[in-house]
């Protein structure tokens, strides 16, 4: 089974994230079946970005989104509702 996460990047103290396809039981730090995003909470605006073509994708094939992903999924869509 998939799972959409996050997997944790960047120096100590500055994290950074990449949202990441994997196998559910696999290592949090294994390959990756696909990246479809990242997330850097870190500076004053905060950059988000997901390509929600392949987010789709994935997801019609059974991958599912833990918490973390859903809330930044919503917060996404949100932005691309503004913009149009």
Do not use: C, H
């Amino acid at each position: 089974m998939l799972s959409i996460k996050l997997m944790r990047m960047g120096k100590k103290k500055q994290p950074f994230y990449r949202i990441v396809v994997v196998e559910k039981r696999s290592p949090i730090r294994t390959a990756t079946v696909d990246e479809i995003g990242y997330y850097n909470p870190l500076p004053e605006d905060i950059q988000l970005k997901i390509d929600l073509e392949k987010l789709e994708y994935w997801q019609k094939r059974g991958a599912q989104p833990t918490k973390t992903v859903k809330s930044l999924i919503k917060r996404v869509k949100k932005q691309a509702q503004k913009n149009n």
